[in-house]
């Protein structure tokens, strides 16, 4: 049996830091949205949509951009619906497909939550750093979304 690549100093910090952000500071982004009636994944979903033209995306293409497997994105998708937030049809362009799209009620709650949300992202992580930690902080967690996600979502070279 190899020995464990113990983390160094360093990378033990980088570690308990992104634990206190995962466990302390996602639930705290969370309280707006759970005002809202709204779980993380569904803003995720709205704010993916509402960059799509026409506010419509394939949901093949949907669940992609969101990083959602396609049953939790059903799944999720099946609460948006229901609450008129929003709608699900056809493809018109290719019968076997089905695109989402916002609703006006679906517009008007991520107009109103997306304020309030980069309000919390700001005090939360964005207002403790100056322009050169930001930009190391945007490469740094870019090079591990882009390896988790498998696609180029996260790639700004």
Same mark, same amino acid.
């Given at each position: 049996?190899?020995?464990?690549?113990?983390?160094?100093?360093?990378?033990?910090?980088?570690?308990?830091? #992104?634990?206190? $952000?995962?466990? @302390? =500071?996602?639930?705290?982004? %969370?309280?707006?949205?759970?005002?809202?009636?709204?779980? /993380?994944?569904?803003?995720?979903?709205?704010?993916?949509?509402?960059?799509?033209?026409?506010?419509?995306?394939?949901?093949?293409?949907?669940?992609?951009?969101?990083?959602?497997?396609?049953?939790?994105?059903?799944?999720? #998708?099946?609460? $948006?619906?229901? @609450? =008129?937030?929003?709608?699900? %049809?056809?493809?018109?362009?290719?019968?076997?497909?089905? /695109?989402?799209?916002?609703?006006?009620?679906?517009?008007?709650?991520?107009?109103?939550?997306?304020?309030?949300?980069?309000?919390?992202?700001?005090?939360?992580?964005?207002?403790?750093?100056?322009?050169?930690?930001?930009?190391?902080?945007?490469?740094?967690?870019?090079?591990?979304?882009?390896?988790?996600?498998?696609?180029?979502?996260?790639?700004?070279?």
């Amino acid at each position: 049996m190899t020995e464990p690549r113990w983390l160094d100093d360093t990378e033990q910090q980088a570690w308990r830091a #992104l634990l206190v $952000l995962m466990n @302390r =500071g996602m639930p705290e982004l %969370e309280h707006t949205f759970k005002n809202h009636d709204l779980l /993380n994944v569904h803003y995720a979903i709205f704010s993916t949509l509402s960059s799509a033209p026409g506010d419509t995306m394939r949901l093949s293409d949907l669940a992609d951009a969101g990083n959602l497997s396609q049953s939790r994105l059903t799944h999720r #998708l099946r609460t $948006l619906t229901e @609450r =008129g937030l929003v709608k699900i %049809e056809a493809d018109p362009d290719d019968g076997r497909g089905k /695109n989402a799209t916002l609703t006006d009620a679906g517009r008007a709650l991520i107009a109103k939550v997306a304020p309030l949300h980069v309000e919390d992202v700001r005090q939360l992580i964005f207002d403790h750093l100056d322009p050169a930690e930001t930009e190391c902080l945007s490469g740094a967690l870019s090079k591990i979304a882009a390896n988790l996600c498998d696609h180029e979502h996260f790639s700004f070279d």
